[in-house]
RNA sequence: GCGCCGAUAGCUCAGCUGGAUAGAGCACCAGGCUUCGAACCUGGGGGUCGGGGGUUCGAAUCCCUCUCGGCGCGCCA
């Protein structure tokens, strides 16, 4: 709709360039739905533009296109002039109605595309250490991650979900030594460290209390979990792991256990990866080397201090970054860069890294010496979110990973259900905290709950067809709809509104940000709710057939809509509630 | 100290590739409806868009600066 009265437009703004004698360009118009409903279905801002080239006033010059645009081969039922040179265009009921009819034919396939062209595009995201259980953090980016797969994927693009994780490095081997500890505190071989020197790294920490040493490692991980799987082994092994390295069965029983949690967790939120890749792929493939012997060839790596580094400064960051500890051992960067290497080199397209906002420091590194490798860079992309607070009771609850304070995913999941948690999750920008009010979440009245009540909206597209059938009225056929009965302002606004959903979809996918969707769904839902509750004015289902069928077909546009837009933020579309 | 992000109604937030009188939900106030697909509808009050400067026909939006808050600035990941 939008796009034919552009046309429409940048023929007239052609027309009028050539009529005056410029052989210039026409710019690029703004054809957009004005905040105020007065001021027309689009504004169009084409005489503010064209004035300094025409060198005329823009009221006139807007005069002019009005003329030269008349009804536009019945698109167009009127036009003003108005403010500083605008020119507002109400579009005819005709044409909504028609524009709601295409819509319906489309069911939950509105917003579906083929604008991505098949592109081969990576999201990788969560990518959380198998250390413990997900934290609201790693919910929040699985969440935004997988949404922002969902909208490339209708757009079309051939969308690969990844997981990258570490098991290679310090906090795997603390993890292990974590879990030897608490085995050994509960077989009664070793103390465990008193309860303020583990929340507080400057207190003394003791080599041992009352004869028994203390094992269980300073930066160890304090979360309950710890000890249960500790507990485990004890019951399946008794005594016999004492001897045991922490990093053998320890660390790998730990490992195995908490990775599997992870990937229930994420099942529990509807995320499925396609792909996990792990860091030790890329020592044993050799390409971490190989990374290494390419810097050294283009003479970004030096050795300093019993370290390898990467001469970033030439690269133009602020500063240089070991690649290689003076143990030996790579640092986090070096594998990263192999790994974004090897992601360019699988052919993707596109590269999109989701990553909380602690991580941001990393990413122009790999993306300089990605760079700096001869790879094309511009095609890795960030998304940068923010952290989660947690609101419970009006007041802020703490959270700390140092001592395992903090609410996981698994507990607010069962709180609110994963339908709640994606939508609350979704809603706000990545770039913002994000306030999640567990109060609000677990409020079951679908007025207040903004997820219920989109919920809530579809589910009684499906109540009123419910309601048609026992009355013997017949849903009208999606494929030959009339639409011509439907004149009230509140139903040309409905379908307005149903009618923007596949260009939100295509410009919350370009951009990035899902959160577009879940407000826009609010704002068809905050329509189509009070359309369907005020019976005083108008009832879908009445005595006149034509009118019935007409708005239950609005019913169904309504539920195409919501439908591919809840599917979009991985909620559900219940039937009923 | 440096870097990134944020600051918009009482609260939670949209709007930020510059456009007209800055929006939504909740909360609040006033009427109405009387349970039907109705845990409802209609209307209203509420703002120096954190402060200041600049760019221009026009700035919440772009630039500079200051204030406050979050995160980061490891041979952690």
């Not at 054809?31 to 503010?48: I, K, S, W, Y």
């Not at 008349?70 to 524009?99: I, K, Y």
Request: aromatic share 8%; proline share 5%.
């Amino acid at each position: 709709m939008k796009e034919r009265l552009r046309e429409a437009l940048d023929g007239c703004v052609r027309e009028l360039l050539a009529e005056a004698g410029f052989a210039v360009e026409a710019p690029p118009l703004q054809v957009e739905p004005p905040r105020q409903a007065d001021h027309g279905d689009f504004a169009c801002n084409a005489a503010l533009v064209l004035t300094k080239t025409l060198r005329r006033p823009p009221r006139e010059i807007a005069e002019q296109l009005a003329a030269r645009l008349g009804d536009a081969g019945g698109l167009v039922a009127r036009t003003t002039v108005a403010g500083p040179g605008f020119l507002n265009v109400w579009l005819s009921n005709e044409c909504w109605q028609r524009g709601l009819a295409d819509l319906v034919r489309a069911g939950d396939r509105v917003a579906t595309s083929r604008s991505g062209g098949g592109a081969r595009v990576q999201v990788e995201f969560v990518s959380a250490n198998p250390t413990g259980p997900l934290t609201l953090g790693h919910g929040r980016q699985a969440v935004i991650g997988d949404c922002i797969a969902r909208l490339l994927q209708v757009v079309g693009h051939d969308v690969t979900r990844e997981y990258y994780f570490n098991d290679g490095g310090r906090q795997m081997r603390v993890l292990g030594e974590s879990v030897k500890a608490r085995y050994l505190e509960q077989l009664g071989r070793a103390a465990a460290p008193p309860a303020d020197a583990l929340a507080d790294a400057e207190l003394p920490w003791p080599e041992s209390l009352g004869g028994l040493p203390v094992v269980f490692p300073r930066d160890g991980y304090q979360g309950e979990y710890i000890s249960e799987m500790a507990a485990d082994l004890r019951e399946q092994h008794g005594d016999g792991l004492a001897d045991e390295p922490a990093a053998g069965r320890f660390r790998e029983v730990a490992q195995q256990r908490i990775f599997r949690e992870i990937e229930a967790t994420l099942v529990a939120l509807g995320i499925r990866f396609d792909v996990y890749t792990n860091e030790k792929t890329f020592y044993e493939d050799g390409s971490i080397d190989r990374v290494l012997a390419d810097l050294r060839a283009k003479d970004l790596v030096y050795d300093a201090d019993g370290a390898v580094w990467l001469r970033a400064t030439s690269l133009g960051l602020e500063r240089d970054r070991v690649l290689v500890k003076s143990s030996g051992e790579p640092t986090y960067l070096l594998p990263d860069i192999a790994y974004h290497r090897e992601k360019l080199r699988r052919g993707f397209e596109r590269v999109i890294d989701v990553q909380g906002a602690d991580h941001i420091e990393q990413f122009p590194f790999v993306r300089a010496a990605i760079g700096a490798l001869g790879c094309d860079a511009a095609r890795i992309e960030l998304v940068m979110h923010q952290f989660v607070t947690l609101t419970r009771g009006g007041q802020q609850v703490k959270q700390s990973t140092r001592r395992a304070t903090y609410v996981t995913v698994d507990e607010l999941l069962e709180e609110v259900g994963a339908d709640v948690f994606r939508f609350f999750m979704v809603q706000r920008k990545a770039d913002g905290q994000l306030d999640f009010d567990v109060d609000l979440a677990k409020d079951r009245d679908w007025k207040k709950n903004p997820a219920f009540y989109v919920q809530y909206a579809h589910a009684r597209t499906h109540g009123i067809e419910r309601k048609a059938v026992e009355q013997g009225v017949a849903m009208p056929a999606t494929d030959a709809f009339d639409a011509s009965a439907l004149v009230l302002p509140a139903e040309i606004a409905l379908i307005k509104k149903l009618l923007e959903f596949p260009e939100v979809v295509e410009a919350a996918a370009a951009a990035r940000e899902p959160h577009h969707v879940a407000y826009y769904l609010r704002e068809v839902a905050g329509l189509w709710n009070p359309y369907v509750q005020d019976g005083v004015h108008h009832r879908v289902l009445s005595d006149d057939a034509a009118l019935t069928r007409a708005r239950l077909g609005l019913a169904l546009g309504v539920r195409g809509v919501l439908a591919q837009g809840l599917g979009l933020l991985g909620l559900s579309a219940p039937e009923r509630m």
